[in-house]
């Protein structure tokens, strides 16, 4: 891991806080000592409120009892790695925003990552003022920040996203989502008949270019397509060569 950097200059963003205006939960998940003690030194910096575990039973333990905001979970753990723990917090229906770290920087590493719900993830070793960054990027587009709407309610055919509640539901069937789905689905609701290119939602949903990976967004698109478009004609659409598009029915 890199460690040039100084722990004040993760503060140059403004602070955030719970909507209730309590300190973030943080938990962070690895067997180094040292990692966690840095990032949990670089998160407190930020005002959270930091609980760490080494393996992945404590793991699963600390997070069902603590109910962190935010997880970063290592992949490579003792007792359980963290695409299993992941699974069983999912499992759970504990969608809390989750940041992968992993050693390995192999696409099908990162996609199994993905896959079993993690929202985000960073390859070791990496920039500590980039880990927070990409926290506070999660928290921001979670049920957390999302900021009060005159009228939070988005409804694209029988398709309704509520802001204010962080609920989806389509022709009045609950739709579960994880963070990074949800801010998908507002961005395609946002912008109905829209084509949106993978940059212009890489841009928006992710607020970086993921390493220049687009794939990530037809993996996500994929996700929401099992969980909206299973419920009724086909919403998701896809232009080839341009990007996607989200349509009522006629």
């Not at 992945?56 to 753990?77: C, H, N, Q, W, Y």
């Not at 719900?117 to 587009?141: H, I, M, N, W």
């Not at 212009?200 to 220049?212: E, K, N, P």
Request: aromatic share 6%; charged share 25%; no cysteine.
């Amino acid at each position: 891991m890199t460690q040039s950097h100084h722990l004040p200059a993760v503060q140059a963003q403004p602070r955030l806080s719970r909507a209730d205006g309590t300190a973030i939960r943080a938990v962070v998940v690895d067997d180094e000592d040292s990692l966690t003690d840095l990032l949990s030194m670089a998160l407190r910096y930020e005002g959270w409120d930091v609980r760490l575990a080494s393996d992945g039973p404590s793991a699963l333990s600390t997070i069902r009892e603590f109910k962190p905001d935010i997880v970063v979970l290592d992949i490579m753990l003792p007792g359980l790695d963290g695409l299993s723990v992941l699974s069983r917090l999912r499992a759970d229906g504990i969608q809390t925003p989750i940041l992968f770290l992993t050693a390995k920087d192999s696409v099908d590493d990162r996609i199994a990552g993905l896959t079993v719900g993690g929202d985000d993830y960073v390859t070791k070793p990496f920039s500590l003022e980039e880990l927070v960054a990409r926290l506070r990027a999660l928290l921001r587009r979670s049920a957390l920040t999302i900021a009060g709407e005159s009228n939070p309610i988005i409804e694209v055919g029988d398709l309704m996203l509520d802001e204010s509640t962080y609920e989806v539901s389509r022709a009045g069937t609950p739709v579960e989502l994880t963070a990074t789905e949800f801010e998908l689905l507002r961005y395609l609701m946002r912008n109905p008949r829209r084509v949106l290119s993978r940059a212009q939602i890489l841009d928006r949903v992710w607020s970086y270019d993921f390493g220049g990976k687009a794939s990530v967004v037809e993996i996500y698109i994929s996700y929401l397509r099992k969980k909206v478009d299973v419920l009724g004609p086909p919403m998701i659409q896809t232009v080839r060569g341009v990007g996607y598009m989200l349509r009522a029915p006629e």
